[in-house]
């Protein structure tokens, strides 16, 4: 079962060489401080809106446990922690859930939620897209180059035709673009 409008988007934040963590595991990279005049001002408004909008988040474990170290930004809505470890959590908001990807999201989540959000990281990505189950991509560029690290789209093995939904440009020199999958 599905809701009317439920929708899963990847998101990510991605250097423009595709990596979205340095192997250090250091963030400051994603901190942009350029300054490009004709861009959006990312203010806490904005930010807030958009986030409001968000019904749930699903991540990979790997995602989970960086994500603790790093400062919970999800407040109280509901997470999906796809896992096959015993994992615990003291926060109400967070759900480990393991079994069969699809079943997951088609028969658990799309009947109680619209705006899904998978954020992360690569091997959650990958499964997402080989087995047909996100609506749209979510990437927001940093301008740098790490040169290494872990990739977003690591090696995905299949083609997936996209369209461009929406593009929106920052001052701090990010770059965010939208893309619908085009299912067949
Ligand atoms: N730049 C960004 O926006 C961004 C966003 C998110 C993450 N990241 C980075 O991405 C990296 C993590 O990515 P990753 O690819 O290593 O790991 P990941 O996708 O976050 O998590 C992979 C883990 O998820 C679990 N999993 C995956 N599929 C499953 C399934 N069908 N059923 C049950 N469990 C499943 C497994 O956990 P178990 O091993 O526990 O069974 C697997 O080891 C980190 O460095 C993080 O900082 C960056």
């Known amino acids: ?30 901190h942009s401080k350029d300054n490009y005049e004709k861009g959006v001002e990312l203010t806490e408004e904005y930010i807030s809106k958009f986030l409001k909008s968000i019904d749930c988040y699903i991540m990979g474990s790997q ?33 480990f859930l393991s079994g069969k990807l699809t079943e997951i999201i088609n028969d658990k989540l799309k009947s109680k939620f619209e705006n899904m959000w998978m954020v992360g990281g690569t091997m959650l990505t990958k499964e997402f897209l080989k087995l047909g189950l996100a609506d749209e991509i ?21 083609e997936i035709p996209l369209h461009l939904k929406d593009v929106t440009a920052f001052k701090d020199g990010m770059v965010e673009m939208v893309y619908g999958i085009n299912k067949e």
């Open 138 to 158: 979510n990437i927001t560029i940093i301008p740098t180059l790490l040169g290494d690290g872990t990739l977003f789209f690591d090696y995905i093995g299949k």
């Open 63 to 95: 995602t989970y446990e960086r994500t603790i170290e790093l400062g919970w930004p999800y407040g109280e809505v509901p997470v999906f922690v796809l896992t096959n470890r015993n994992l615990k959590s003291n926060k109400k908001s967070v759900h």
């Open 1 to 30: 079962m599905r809701t009317k409008n439920s929708k899963i988007t990847i998101h990510m934040v991605s250097s423009l060489d595709g990596f979205i963590a340095k192997k250090d595991g250091s963030v400051s990279w994603m």
